[in-house]
Every structure is written in structure tokens, then in C-alpha cells.
């Protein structure tokens, strides 16, 4: 597919709810016109390819007792089995035991695991993408310690390499790549925007520095949905009288190679941002209110880039708790009772579970955790890709109702989080539900807030 | 060689033979595959803490799973307990497991094991109904399920009718429940009792990696 064809077949809408492409017509989709057969070798070499000892523990080990499904919001939300998490794995479980596990030759001579087909694997694109956030909540349930969610990367990056991926990801992934931004914050919108920004709230923006101690990024979504978001980065920033800057040659902290399964474009997308932390002698680089951003550099970056990054990392509920917790962040104290939306990969699969609730307590506010909340907390629904995907809408809706239920349970005055991937499937179930819950960012809160020197 | 000679000598002799050699070759093909190397800079130091909690941890569901699983958990345990207590606790299992290792410890009453073995049949006819009825359970099964089942619940069986002299001479029936015990051994590598070993690789292995990140486990 070319890239007019990928603009005209599916154009960003970005007047919607949320950010995203035009809805495809098929249930499943194919990129490119490679022949069945090699597509289905293609994603099986691919997935097999990236096994270590790690994934093919984990592939050993399941004893089939469908504990995961009571973990998923997908499968309570609607108790159909062919959302249980390792079920979707399925087709890769038998080519793994065909193709790869010790005893692949015997599987193959007797031909006791089926070759899998296309047919299964467009079946199963649903599962592996449409119906799971890679959220990792039924990770600490399995018995037998399985890290499920990361073998659904794994599979995505066989997926991925056959050309099997819902196309509004994939045409989000392709733009990415292409300009920069997933939703059209090519650098110059990007710069522009800072420019008004600046202009309009009174506030100094700074903008290819070309030394800083530290390097802010963003996310697409904040950059195009959610512009408070960078002027309360530079509020803080200038509060804490930081020598800090955006770059344009690295701003965008999104990763949508890494949730499509695009291994390449994943590495491409992070080193933008690394080249940019290291070229302006940074100290420290601060990931903006999202959520796979923070797995992508936080966790994976490093091994992307080869070595040890040569600057820290951290993540903008990390950074806040650090200053807020040195007395260097002076906030207001806002009176009001909250409750706090772990995102799942800053928090669950991140570990950095108590910096948001340091944040809020130094801003004074009554927190009133959930039922399940911290490392256990219930997806928004809307992470790894999901939210893009619009044939996912209906099921992503049901498993909205967990979290709305959740939230209306505390009696909270304020909702809060610190990813805008959750704040704009929030505001999509708010729309949708007519829900009287807005979902509020930690930053802005904070930034909101500052005292004044 | 009658029946009782063939079970007690060549059939159990290489049983266990496959079970060993399968053991091995399977922990060995996952264990000697490559590992990445990981750059990130962790938050915590020393990762195997991680490693050991989660090994003890998972033995039991966190709070907030416990409406969902009680259930399945319990009758999982039960049955796993059962079969400790009449494989390690009845007299004769010991003179055998003496025999072979020369190490020796005090057995159970009888009735102990009696009911237990009882309990135990109970629960795994629960567990396999469970596996039938269940629709998520039912989706996720496979031969492997079924058979593992099947080998796991017919030494318990035929070792209860023998102690009972029940259907058959005292002989061929304590032949037929070495022989039963043979094709546990047999098939024990292949499918998914390996979970008895893997239990602690694949909990370490993600306690380990979690602990690094400081993700919860």
C-alpha cells in the first residue's frame, strides 16, 4: 500500500472523541500481497525467531487451568472464553511446539500439532490485537507465573512481519514513521504549537536549546489533544528554574513501531528520542503522561540503543514525587478528595507505583484508593493499540463499565491519572456513557497548582 | 517373567529411563537457549529477591482474585495434597522409595491413606468435570489435559483396588499399578506434569525480571 493510499483509505479523524483513522470494512486486515503460505511462515519465523530461554519458559509452562481469564477485563466483561489470555496465543503455541520446543521434531515426524494456517491467523489478529492491552493484570494471576502479556508482543511481531495488522494501527504506526508523530505532530506543528502556547498562557516554552541538563518529551496525543499538557511541563520546568528544553529532532515519546510489533520502526522511533537526550548533553530525560511510552524507553530503550543510556530516565509521575518529595515542588493544597487511575505500564509493569500518590499527597488531597487499585488496578481498556482500533469499540465499551463502576465505588470528587492514553479512552467512555466522571491529569492538577514564588 | 516380574523390573526400569533422559532434554532445550542481555537501568539491584517471593507468593491468589478462583484452587490443592500424603506416607511406598535411595522416614496409618487416596479420586473426578464444563477450561484442552489426567488418576485407582483385593489377585493387581505407574513416568516429560519442575523456573524467571523493574508480582 502506498502512502496515499494509506492517507486516503484511512485519514486521521481528528475531530473525534479520540484520535484515530477511518474504520476499516473488513474483520480482519492484511498489509501488502505476500501468498498466504508466506505469510503464515513469515509470522511463525518472525515469533519464533525472538524466542529466548524467557518466552519458551513461559511457553512450556501452562497447565491449562484458565485462571488468566478472571483476570481480563475483556473476558469478565463478557465471559466469552475465546477472550482468555492465553487463548490467544494459540496458533503461536502450536507452531512454537511444532517449529521450536525440544521436542519440535517429534511434534513434526508424528504430526501431532497441525501447521497453523492464515485462516487462524487472521482469526486470530482480533485477539491478539482488538482484545488485548498488553496490560499484564493476568500475568499476577497465572499459577505458574506466566508474563502473558509479553508474549502477546512477541506474537504481534510475527503479525506484524506477515502483514496481519488492524489497519488503523498499522496505517498510525506507518504515519509515525513516516512524518514523526502518529497523529500529524510533525515537528514543525510541534513547534508551532509551543510557539502559541507560549504566547497565549505567558510562559516560557523553550524549544531546541542546544544544551539542556534536561529534555522533555511528549506524547502525540498530549501534543494534539491535550496542549495543557506542555504548558504545564514548562510551568513546572520553569518553577523548578531547570535549564531544560524540547527538541524537535526528538519530542515524541509515543512508540506505535513498538504496539504495532514493528520491531525496526520501534528501534527508529526510540533512538530519535535518544540521539536528541544525548545531543544536547542532557542529564535526564523526562516521558511525558503515557503509558507505553515509559515501557518502551524506560525498560526497553536501553537494549534498543545496545548499552547502558548514558542520561536517566523518568517518567513525569517519577520526576514530580522525586521534587515534591526534596521540597523543591511547592503546590498549593488542593482540598479535595481523588481517586488515582494506575496506568498499566507506568504502574503494574513500569513499578512506579508510588510516585503518583507521593505527588498527591504533597499536593494535599484526600486519596481514595479503589477497590483494586496499585499493581492489581483494571485496565482502562484502551492501552496497547486498542484505542485505535475502532471494530474494537463495542468490547472496549463493556470492559469500560469495570473501570466506570470502579471509580463511581470510591465516591471521589476528582478522577486522576498520568497516562493520556487512559485520559483519552476516558474521555471517549465519558462521551460515550454520558458519564459524569472526567478524567483529570496529575500534571496539569499539579501544575495548576504551584505556588507562587 | 510374569506379569508382576515384567512391571517390577524392565517396565519400571525403563520408565524411568525416558523419565529422566525426557526431564532433562526438555528442561535443558528451554534452559541452554540464549538470554538478552538487559542495558536498563534497574531499580533494584539484586533481582533474584523477586525471584523467591514470587515462587512462595503464587502458591496462593492475591486478595483480589480470590472470589474468582477459590473455588478451582481449592479442589487443585486438595487433590496435590492427597497424592503427597499416599505416595509419601504409606508404608510400602516407603520400602520401595528406601530401597532405592536407602533413605527412610515414619509412615502414615493406614486409614490415613485409605482416605486420602478416597479424597483424592473425589477431586480429580471434580477436576475433570470442571475441565468438561467449564467453557473457558473446555476451550484450552487438549489431549494433553485429558491424558495427564488419566495417568495421574489411575495409579491412585488401581493402587486402592490392590490394597483392597479387589477384581483381580493381589499380584496382577499390584502389577497393573506399577504398570500405571510406568506410563506416569513415560508420559510425565512430555506433557504438562513437567509443570512439577517448570513451576519454579517460570515463577523465578518472572519474579526475577519483575523485581529488576520493580513491576508488581
Known sequence: ?453 | MDLLQFARGPALTWAFAIFVFGMSWRLLGILLLKRRPDYSEPRHATSWPGAIKLIITRSWPRREFRPRTVFGLSVGYIFHFGLVIVVFGFAPHIMFFRSLTGLDWPNLPNAVIYISGAITIAALIIVLGRRLTNPVMRLLSNFDDYFSWFVTITPVVTGMLAVAHLGARYETLLAVHILSIALLLVWFPFGKLMHSALIFISRGTTGALFERKGASI
Not at chain 1, 513499578?351 to 484526600?366: C, H, K, S
Open chain 1, 1 to 453: 500500500m502506498s502512502t496515499a493510499d494509506i492517507d486516503s483509505k484511512h485519514p486521521l479523524e481528528l475531530d473525534q472523541p479520540r484520535f484515530s483513522v477511518k474504520n476499516p470494512e473488513q474483520r480482519y486486515d492484511k498489509q501488502g500481497d505476500m501468498p498466504d503460505a508466506q505469510r503464515v511462515e513469515t509470522a511463525m519465523r518472525h515469533f519464533v525467531k525472538d524466542f529466548g530461554a524467557v518466552a519458551a519458559t513461559y511457553m512450556e509452562s501452562c497447565i491449562h487451568c484458565g485462571m488468566c481469564a478472571e483476570a481480563c477485563h475483556f473476558y469478565v466483561a463478557t465471559e466469552d472464553p475465546k477472550y482468555t489470555p492465553i487463548w490467544k496465543l494459540e496458533p503461536f503455541k502450536q507452531a512454537y511446539k511444532r517449529e521450536a520446543g525440544p521436542f519440535a521434531a517429534i511434534y513434526r515426524a508424528l504430526n501431532l500439532k497441525k501447521k497453523v494456517t492464515v485462516e487462524q491467523l487472521e482469526e486470530w489478529q482480533e485477539l491478539i490485537y482488538d482484545s488485548c492491552t498488553m496490560c499484564g493484570r493476568c500475568t499476577l494471576i497465572c499459577p505458574m507465573g506466566i508474563d502473558i502479556a509479553s508474549l502477546v508482543g512477541l506474537a504481534r511481531h510475527g503479525m506484524n512481519k506477515a502483514g496481519l495488522v488492524p489497519h488503523e494501527l498499522w496505517a498510525v504506526a506507518e504515519r509515525a514513521e513516516r512524518e514523526g508523530s502518529p497523529l500529524g505532530a510533525t515537528p514543525k506543528v510541534f513547534k508551532d504549537r509551543c510557539e502559541w502556547l507560549a504566547d497565549d498562557n505567558e510562559v516560557e516554552i523553550f524549544v531546541d536549546k542546544p544544551q539542556a541538563d534536561v529534555i522533555a518529551a511528549m506524547s502525540s496525543i498530549e501534543i494534539m489533544k491535550y496542549p495543557d499538557s506542555i504548558v504545564a511541563t514548562a510551568k513546572i520546568l520553569n518553577h523548578l528554574g531547570l535549564n531544560w528544553t524540547f527538541r524537535t529532532d526528538g519530542y515524541e515519546a509515543t512508540n506505535f513501531g513498538m504496539l504495532s510489533g514493528n520491531s525496526e520502526w520501534q528501534k527508529e522511533m526510540s533512538l530519535k528520542l535518544i540521539n536528541a537526550t544525548i545531543a544536547a548533553g542532557a542529564k535526564l530525560l523526562i516521558l511525558p503522561e503515557c503509558g507505553h511510552a515509559y515501557g518502551a524507553m524506560r525498560w526497553q530503550g536501553a537494549n534498543v540503543y545496545g548499552k547502558p543510556l548514558p542520561f536517566r530516565v523518568l517518567h513525569i509521575s517519577e520526576f514530580l514525587a522525586e521534587n515534591t518529595k526534596s521540597g523543591a515542588l511547592k503546590t498549593k493544597p488542593l482540598g479535595k478528595t481523588l481517586t488515582f487511575h494506575d496506568p498499566c505500564q507506568v504502574s503494574r509493569r513500569g513499578g512506579a507505583v508510588e510516585a503518583p500518590r507521593d505527588v498527591l499527597d504533597g499536593l494535599g488531597a484526600e486519596l481514595i484508593e479503589m477497590q483494586d487499585t496499585k499493581g492489581v488496578n483494571w485496565c482502562c481498556g484502551g492501552g496497547g493499540g486498542v484505542v485505535t482500533i475502532h471494530r474494537a469499540d463495542p468490547l472496549r465499551y463493556k470492559a469500560f463499565q469495570i473501570k466506570m463502576k470502579q471509580v463511581d465505588d470510591t465516591g471521589a470528587e476528582l478522577l486522576v491519572s498520568s497516562c493520556s492514553n487512559c485520559r483519552q479512552t476516558f474521555d471517549d467512555g465519558q462521551d460515550h456513557f454520558h458519564w459524569d466522571k472526567t478524567m483529570l491529569s496529575l500534571l496539569e492538577l499539579v501544575a495548576d497548582n504551584l505556588e507562587d514564588k
